[in-house]
């Protein structure tokens, strides 16, 4: 599959997993592509879409809650932060991505 | 005044390339390794040294005088950059 | 809308408790597990990224998909980590011996 159709079919799946948690992906399209070409990529070299900001240990437990999309495993964190830790999904009501803060957990 | 600027980055992150943008921007000098991109036997050392000094697995970790940070936020580099009056 | 459209699957004994069988009602992916002798029907396709949960641990009501490990459980189908998400459930009945499961409106 090429690199485009992959992110596409991504896009659709991730897409189902999120809406529910009350997230979408970001406004920031540049952005968005960026990240899900990067996500493709790992999928071909590591096996799954693991996250493009996080390093991976080669525990397996610990690596598979760093598997896009991770909201479930960071949820008060990513609540906190109103985007998760990448950027690639915000909450639904925002408008404006580039407001939002990275902090980490330990600040929430 | 000199600030010692090293920061840890994955090639695949945004917010590490903004990180390291930001310094280019603000003409501040400093070091960083793209943990991915280093050959197979030096990762595993970088990345336990960026967890060890973060406490996770988040990038980008900035060490800035020796106080780390994590994450893209111009306002804590700022804060802890001499050149800048921030530091202690 | 169909009506409710009940599909006869294996024999009843076929499915040994604390395990799972896949089976095709209606060429739809199901795994029949039973745990605790009662019988649970699921949708053979994870919540995360569709990979079959054929394959993956199931312990007590908890199966955990093979492909990265997200665990749902049986009785409800819903994720341990978010119950926002779930795999879909399906009621069944034992008749004659053998499980019937019920893929209306599928
Ligand atoms: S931080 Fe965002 S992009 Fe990274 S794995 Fe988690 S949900 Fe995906
Ligand atoms: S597809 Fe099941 S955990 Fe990813």
Redesign the pocket.
């Known amino acids: 599959m090429s690199t485009d159709a992959r992110k596409e079919s991504l896009r659709y799946l991730f897409e189902r997993v999120v809406t529910p948690l009350g997230y979408k992906f970001s406004p920031d399209e540049q952005l968005v592509d960026d990240?899900l070409e990067a996500e493709v990529q790992l999928e071909q070299d590591h096996g799954a879409p693991?996250?493009?900001?996080?390093g991976r240990t080669g525990v397996r437990e610990e690596d598979m809650k760093?598997?896009?999309?991770?909201?479930p495993f960071?949820r008060a964190h990513f609540d906190a932060m109103r985007r998760?830790?990448?950027?690639?999904?915000v909450h639904l009501d925002v408008t404006d991505p580039d407001s939002l803060p990275q902090f980490p957990p330990d600040e929430v | 005044m000199v600030d010692e600027v090293f920061v840890y980055a994955l090639s695949t992150c945004p917010w590490c390339r903004k990180t390291k943008q930001w310094f280019d921007d603000s003409r501040i000098a400093y070091d960083f390794v793209d943990v991915d991109k280093l050959p197979d036997d030096e990762q595993d050392a970088a990345a336990d040294k960026a967890y060890e000094l973060s406490g996770g697995r988040r990038f980008p970790v900035v060490v800035i005088n020796g106080e780390v940070i994590v994450g893209y936020s111009p306002d804590k580099f700022l804060e802890h950059l001499k050149g800048w009056g921030g530091g202690s | 809308m169909t009506g409710p459209c009940w599909v006869p699957t294996i024999d009843d004994t076929t499915v040994p408790d604390g395990a799972y069988v896949a089976v095709f009602p209606k060429g739809l992916g199901v795994l029949l597990t039973r745990v605790d002798g009662d019988l649970y029907a699921v949708a053979n396709k994870c919540a995360h990224m569709g990979c079959p949960m054929e394959g993956g641990k199931l312990e007590g009501y908890v199966l955990t998909c093979p492909c990265h490990d997200w665990r749902f459980d049986v009785r409800t189908g819903v994720f341990l980590d978010a119950p926002e998400l779930s795999i879909r459930t399906f009621p069944l009945k034992v008749e004659d011996g053998k499980v019937h499961v019920e893929v209306g409106g599928a």
């Open positions: 990240l693991f996250c493009p900001c996080q760093i598997v896009c999309p991770c909201i960071h998760c830790w990448c950027g690639l999904y």
